[in-house]
C-alpha cells in the first residue's frame, strides 16, 4: 500500500519532534535519582556551606537528595574540571564562586573554558568581604594603614587563601587603586590564612565577611572597612574601603551551573526551584547568617554577572601581572 505524501511529510515532522519530546518528558521527570553538587574549594568554607544549604533545599523542593562533594584544588579547577566532563543530563551540578571568572587569567592550558564549556542555571547569594589587620598593628583606619604602608613598603604582609581566590583578588585590587605594596603570603585555605593574621605572623587580609565575622566580633583581629559599595548591616559601625580609595568595591557571589548542553527545560526547572528558596524566609534566613544577600535572576542574568565579574577581574589580574604558580 502506497503511503501519501502528507502522511510521509507527517511522519517526517514527528520523527524530528522526537528529541525534543523526549527532553521535555526527561525535564518533567526530573530527577530520577541523587543529584551531585561538585564544590571545587575546601569542606567548611562559605562554598561548602551554601551548597548544603542549597542542596538542603533542592532535596526537600524535588523530591531526591543533591549530595554535595568537595573536590578541592587547583583554585577550584580540578571541581570544575569534573563537571565539564559530566554528562550534561542535570545529575552533576557545580556551585559556581568568583573563582570561577578569574583562573582562565591565571592558568596557562587550562584543559576547559569556564565560560564555553559551564552554562549558567542560577545565581544565589553575593557576600561583601572585609579589608582586616592584626589587633597589634599601628594603623586604625584605612587612611592610616595607606600612609604607613607608603612609609614601609614591601614590609607589610598580605594574608591570601589561595591564588586566584576573593582575598588575593581583593587585596591586587586594593594594591593598584591604594598604590601600595603589599607583599602576598599563600596559603592553602582561608582557615590557615586567619590563623596567621591571629597570631601576628602577617599584618593584613580581605577576607570573605563570613569567614571572619566571628573573630572580629572577638575581638582577635581588627576590621578596617567592608569592600562592598555600602556599610553592612553586620558590621554596622565599620565604613567601606571606598570611602577612602574612591571607587573600589569587591564582593564575593555563588551560584549553580551545569555542563554545557544541558537540557534547557531542566537549567528552567532548577533555576524555578532555587529562586523559590530565595524568596523563602527560612532560606534567607540561612543566608544572612553566611552573611550573604539574596541574589536572584534568570540563567542570562547569572550569564551577563559572570561577564562583567570575568573582565573586571581579569584586567586586575593583568594590571598586577599574577600569574600561577
Known amino acids: 500500500m502506497e503511503i501519501g505524501r502528507r502522511q510521509l511529510l507527517g511522519l517526517a515532522a514527528g520523527t524530528a519532534a522526537l528529541p525534543l519530546v523526549l527532553r521535555v518528558a526527561r525535564a518533567q521527570t526530573y530527577p530520577t535519582r541523587p543529584v551531585r553538587v561538585i564544590v571545587g574549594f575546601s569542606a567548611g568554607g562559605t562554598a561548602d556551606i551554601l551548597a ?3 542542596g538542603e533545599w533542592l532535596s526537600e523542593r524535588l523530591g531526591q537528595q543533591f549530595v554535595i562533594e568537595d573536590r578541592p584544588g587547583a583554585g577550584g579547577n580540578i571541581g570544575t574540571e569534573a563537571v565539564v566532563n559530566a554528562d550534561p543530563d542535570g545529575y552533576t551540578l557545580l556551585l559556581i564562586a568568583p573563582a570561577n571568572t578569574v583562573n582562565g587569567k591565571l592558568y596557562d592550558k587550562l584543559p576547559f573554558d569556564f565560560v564555553r564549556d559551564i552554562a549558567p542555571v542560577a545565581s544565589i547569594m553575593r557576600t561583601p568581604g572585609v579589608m582586616e589587620v592584626n589587633p597589634a598593628f599601628p594603623a586604625r583606619t584605612v587612611p592610616e594603614f595607606i600612609a604607613y604602608a607608603k612609609a614601609n613598603p ?9 591564588l586566584g581566590t576573593a582575598q588575593h583578588t581583593y587585596g591586587e585590587l586594593f594594591k593598584v587603586m591604594a598604590g601600595v605594596d603589599l ?4 596559603y592553602r585555605g582561608s582557615r590557615p590564612a586567619l590563623s596567621d593574621l591571629i597570631a601576628g605572623r602577617v599584618q593584613v587580609m580581605f577576607d570573605i565577611l563570613p569567614s571572619s565575622v566571628a573573630v572580629i566580633k572577638a575581638g582577635q583581629v581588627r576590621a578596617l572597612a567592608v569592600t562592598t559599595a555600602t556599610r553592612v548591616d ?8 571606598g570611602e577612602f580609595v574612591p571607587g573600589y568595591e569587591a564582593s564575593s ?8 548542553n544541558t537540557p534547557t527545560e531542566i537549567i528552567a526547572m532548577l533555576n524555578t526551584a532555587i529562586n523559590a528558596g530565595l524568596a523563602d524566609a527560612k532560606f534567607k534566613a540561612r ?23 570575568t573582565k573586571k577581574w581579569g584586567d586586575v589580574i593583568t594590571t598586577a601581572n599574577i600569574k600561577s604558580h
Open 52 to 54: 548544603r544549604v542549597t
Open 154 to 162: 614591601g614590609k607589610i604582609n598580605m594574608a591570601i587563601g589561595g
Open 183 to 186: 607583599v602576598p603570603v599563600y
Open 234 to 241: 553586620v558590621l554596622a559601625d565599620v565604613p567601606t574601603v
Open 253 to 260: 557571589w555563588y551560584g549553580i551551573g551545569v555542563p554545557r
Open 287 to 309: 543566608l544572612a547568617d553566611l552573611g550573604g544577600t539574596v541574589l536572584a535572576g534568570s540563567p542570562s542574568d547569572f550569564e551577563k554577572l559572570i561577564a562583567a565579574e
